[in-house]
């Protein structure tokens, strides 16, 4: 049955794709495979920090934007978000002329604050926790009748995730491995559900901090549940995951296998990819390719993409 859901998933995406094109920037694939020593592996990375707004989120945002009915457009769109998401659904309203409110914690930096603000949204700010801030968000929703843009816990955001790979079968359709980061899992279920029908044969691997493997345990557990977590470099995909998180059953399907890694081994990853190309990559893109350096010696003669989800703001 969740074959079945995550191949009706594959066909969303590809619909997806067709809708938001023209919003986005098709991101580049490079060839990087002179970044480890090792040259064995055909390495590439699917530069998803070149996105307009420096990650993969915009393709979620504006997938969910562009679906709203003319009702639901003209009372607005609410989201809860301390980063990329908040951002991401601040620009892509901004693009159709509806209004935006973007919930967050009174721990945003102050540079997303002000890139969330200048694409138009209004910022209001609630608690110290981001979990507070999306509750506050969900319930204002609620009361004022607007659509809330979940960041991972809505089908159509996921289906614009899922782009990614659409693009990747574009522009190298024979892959053996795909690297993935974690957090709610909209963007390794997005792509792991289209992947899997144009190429059962790819693995995808999913990549966790240690300090913050909430959907790995959640995995394991089979449910949702809380998962204790430590501070991480990889902001972007730390956080628990919501109840009823229709991702979850997408992942334990479209996820073949897992590796975790240190914040050593994560800060070790950011300082090569800036060493070697002078790329400054966030946390959660160094976790894939922390995981892929632990694992390469798996994949020597293999096409490995790894996917750099956004760039350090």
Not at 122 to 129: H, L, P, Q, S, Y
Not at 172 to 186: E, M, N
Request: hydrophobic share 40%; net charge neutral; aromatic share 4%.
């Amino acid at each position: 049955m969740q074959e079945k859901k995550t191949h009706s998933l594959a066909t969303q995406i590809h619909e997806a794709y067709e809708r938001i094109r023209s919003s986005i920037v098709q991101t580049p694939l490079l060839d990087v495979s002179g970044l480890l020593p090792d040259h064995s592996v055909r390495l590439l990375f699917k530069m998803e920090n070149l996105q307009h707004t420096g990650s993969f989120k915009l393709r979620g945002a504006t997938n969910k934007v562009l679906l709203l009915t003319a009702e639901q457009a003209s009372k607005g769109v609410i989201a809860a978000s301390n980063g990329n998401h908040g951002i991401a659904v601040a620009l892509a309203a901004h693009k159709k002329g509806i209004a935006a409110e973007v919930y967050v914690s009174t721990h945003v930096s102050a540079v997303k604050a002000k890139r969330i603000e200048q694409h138009g949204a209004i910022i209001r700010r609630v608690g110290t926790d981001p979990l507070e801030a999306e509750m506050a968000a969900r319930a204002a929703a609620m009361q004022a009748d607007k659509v809330f843009i979940s960041p991972y816990n809505d089908v159509e955001v996921v289906a614009g995730q899922g782009t990614i790979a659409v693009e990747l079968q574009r522009q190298q359709p024979a892959v053996d491995v795909i690297f993935v980061s974690v957090g709610g899992g909209g963007l390794i279920g997005g792509i792991g559900a289209y992947q899997k029908m144009v190429s059962p044969g790819t693995e995808i691997v999913g990549c966790w901090p240690e300090n913050s493997p909430v959907m790995f345990e959640c995995m394991k557990a089979g449910r949702i549940i809380d998962v204790p977590e430590r501070p991480t470099l990889s902001e972007s995909t730390a956080g628990g995951l919501e109840a009823g998180s229709v991702t979850l059953d997408i992942c334990k399907t479209v996820i073949d296998r897992s590796v975790l890694v240190t914040e050593e081994e994560i800060a070790a990853a950011m300082r090569t990819v800036y060493a070697q190309r002078e790329w400054t990559i966030e946390g959660a893109a160094g976790v894939a390719v922390a995981a892929f350096s632990k694992e390469a010696e798996k994949y020597r003669g293999k096409t490995v993409v790894v996917i750099i989800c956004g760039g350090k703001q």
